[in-house]
């Protein structure tokens, strides 16, 4: 259940602002890159880079492109 899915999280090494971002997600479904800046305080830059590895770890799918690109779990 939960549980588990939180501990696999904590046990794989992922930035602080990737376990809010994911968090996010699990609450509302989907996030933007701007929701991420305000929720996570990180920089765009370094947001992308956290999406990718969301992505290429299989944590999140992004949907669209652009302006109206958004995440949704994988």
């Not at 609450?27 to 590895?53: C, D, P, S, W, Y």
């Not at 492109?65 to 779990?73: E, F, H, M, N, S």
């Amino acid at each position: 259940g939960e549980k588990v899915e939180l501990e696999k999280q904590l046990r794989s090494n992922l930035p602080a602002s990737c376990l809010q971002i994911l968090d996010h997600v699990r609450r509302h479904g989907r996030i933007r890159m701007n929701e991420a800046v305000q929720i996570t305080g990180v920089n765009r830059n370094t947001l992308k880079l956290h999406f990718r590895l969301l992505v290429d770890e299989g944590h999140l799918a992004l949907h669209g492109q652009g302006r109206g690109a958004w995440y949704g779990l994988a």
